[in-house]
């Protein structure tokens, strides 16, 4: 690749697939060319130029858990503990149960973490769910959602999120496996949300290689949700509004 120094600059995280130039370390809050060649992922390969340009090459991530494939799920596991990322006095959540329906969301609104362009969310039957320690320091992060998010107020990581309205899917915990140090836990089903990137900037010119990467993770990719949460959705909606199917 040729010197990059006449591209623009670039004023968002990673999330150019194999874009990238010196300003991208620097957008990307990494400090230095070295802590950027010592962070795991996206980066698949750097290029260091003679002159005074270095140009690094990255791969987008979807997510961490499923960037290089995915690991399935153990029938019959359990459950396990999700902690927040405070480096001490961690917010802890029991998990009662595995998750169901767990899935890719391009949404704005689910936590992901830092440099991936997906979260990953399942559900747990909200009797499944109980706070185990420090659930002082969780917080809503908006009251007003339908699903109201539960955040640790030092380290922002979401722990849960709850719905307390009348809503299909009221009953239901939404949770992120990668909190927790069990394995076992259900693999991604699908991807939603997918379009919805493009509205917290990622270049819509990409989205064909997003959709590419997972089909090539096996995993179809709906702009809303998979057929099947669509249709639980609908059949709520059609019985609030007095239609009654037979079994
Ligand atoms: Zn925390
Ligand atoms: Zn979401």
Not at 136 to 152: F, G, M, N, T, Y
Not at 232 to 243: D, E, H, R, W
Request: a neutral charge.
């Amino acid at each position: 690749m040729a010197s990059c120094g006449s591209l623009p600059p670039l004023t968002r995280r990673i999330d150019q697939p194999r874009l990238a130039t010196w300003q991208v370390y620097k957008s990307n809050e990494i400090s230095s060319p070295e802590a950027y060649w010592n962070t795991p992922s996206p980066i698949s390969a750097i290029l260091v130029s003679t002159t005074t340009v270095i140009t690094i090459t990255t791969a987008m991530s979807l997510h961490p858990l499923i960037d290089n494939g995915i690991v399935k799920g153990r029938q019959n596991f359990a459950g396990g503990t999700l902690y927040c990322r405070c480096p001490s006095n961690q917010v802890a959540v029991s998990l009662k149960s595995n998750v169901a329906h767990n899935h890719a969301c391009g949404c704005s609104k689910c936590w992901k973490p830092a440099g991936a362009l997906f979260s990953i969310v399942g559900v747990v039957p909200r009797e499944n769910l109980s706070v185990t320690a420090n659930e002082s320091k969780l917080v809503i992060v908006d009251e007003s959602a339908a699903i109201q998010r539960h955040a640790c107020k030092d380290c922002g990581v979401h722990l849960y999120g709850r719905i307390e309205k009348d809503h299909p899917f009221k009953g239901l915990d939404f949770v992120h496996v990668e909190l927790s140090n069990e394995e076992g836990w259900q693999e991604p089903q699908f991807a939603g949300f997918v379009s919805s990137i493009i509205e917290q900037g990622f270049n819509p010119k990409g989205m064909d290689d997003v959709r590419a990467r997972f089909r090539g993770l096996g995993l179809d990719t709906y702009d809303v949700l998979s057929p099947q949460l669509m249709d639980l959705i609908a059949t709520f909606n059609a019985q609030k509004a007095g239609f009654t199917f037979a079994a």
